[in-house]
């Protein structure tokens, strides 16, 4: 495994990590589950994300539960807020009563004393800025948190919370966690720029989009038996991607990667991890497997005329 400083802080995250989105604590079993993470932990993953959204906490549960043993200070446990919990008023959104309340359930459901990085899940147009700032900054003071990231917040309020936090004496914002992989490049540009200047490292999520990377869906073919896009509990954000123009230029990527003796999903994670604003790419994972082969992704350098080609392939969109 290879490790990164997650922004400009001095924070190493391994370059591939595990994420908890649509499968632990929900499609996947808790054995299943707790076999993947131990299995990751073996190989040098030491960055877990999850969110206290993920069927509404259960997801953390299941991490929790599976790392319990282990040496604390050999993780680095993340977990969000913002999507909402209950049917309160105040049971969404990042105000600081919000955060504070849900960074409580959440420490009690994972079984632990802090979280190593604390996100806003998604940028909260009702609090203040400066009220969603200051309740990370406290949480920081208390040890309840070590560092404060973001989720998806748009390029304009990246700037506006750095220079914010400047201003007010706050300690900073380290990492963004953006979706991000070869069909879908738009965090390239504004955000990219913006998180690279304010020193915020990135922890992508869905670089495999959602699987279609790994080549496993064929173009014109039935999805595979028992894939993700047969199940519509997890399939509803694929369909964009399915298209026979895609699916036909993940085909190509994949004669790309056979060539350097790798599997479609590895050169798609090298691709991701090839910007250095990259800390690391969180995969998923239901079988031990899929963990082995995403793990070797870390370090792999891909020749600049792949590159080039894989850019003709998956070109960046106007905007980015």
């Not at 604590?25 to 076999?35: H, L």
């Not at 849900?102 to 990085?117: N, P, T, V």
């Not at 007010?168 to 504004?190: C, F, H, K, M, V």
């Not at 790419?281 to 080609?309: C, Y």
Request: hydrophobic letters at 40%; charged letters at 25%.
């Amino acid at each position: 495994m290879k490790y990164r400083n997650l922004g400009a802080s001095g924070l190493k995250v391994s370059e591939i990590s595990l994420g908890s989105w649509l499968t632990y604590g929900g499609v996947v079993d808790d054995n299943s589950a707790e076999r993947c993470i131990h299995r990751a932990y073996e190989l040098g993953v030491n960055f877990f994300d999850t969110a206290n959204a993920y069927n509404r906490g259960a997801a953390e549960i299941v991490l929790g539960k599976a790392l319990q043993g282990f040496r604390r200070d050999s993780l680095v446990i993340a977990t969000k807020v913002f999507f909402p919990m209950g049917e309160g008023p105040n049971d969404k959104g990042c105000s600081r009563k919000h955060i504070f309340e849900q960074c409580e359930a959440s420490l009690k459901r994972i079984g632990m004393d802090y979280f190593d990085l604390y996100q806003c899940h998604r940028y909260d147009p009702e609090t203040p800025l400066e009220e969603t700032l200051r309740a990370l900054d406290d949480l920081q003071r208390q040890g309840k948190i070590l560092y404060a990231g973001i989720s998806e917040w748009p390029a304009d309020k990246i700037w506006e919370a750095a220079s914010l936090g400047r201003r007010l004496g706050l300690r900073p914002l380290i990492s963004d966690q953006p979706g991000y992989n070869l069909l879908w490049r738009t965090s390239e540009g504004a955000v990219q720029k913006a998180c690279q200047a304010q020193g915020l490292g990135w922890v992508v999520f869905s670089p495999l989009a959602q699987g279609v990377l790994t080549g496993k869906y064929k173009p014109g073919a039935k999805a595979p038996k028992g894939s993700r896009a047969t199940d519509k509990r997890q399939n509803m954000w694929m369909a964009d991607n399915l298209t026979k123009e895609k699916l036909k230029a993940v085909q190509a990527m994949a004669g790309l990667a056979k060539k350097l003796r790798l599997s479609p999903g590895q050169l798609a994670l090298a691709w991701v991890l090839r910007l250095p604003v990259v800390g690391s790419v969180i995969t998923g994972a239901t079988k031990v497997e899929q963990v082995e082969e995403n793990v070797k992704a870390a370090g792999v350098k891909i020749p600049e005329s792949v590159l080039a080609e894989l850019d003709k392939l998956f070109p960046a969109p106007p905007a980015a």
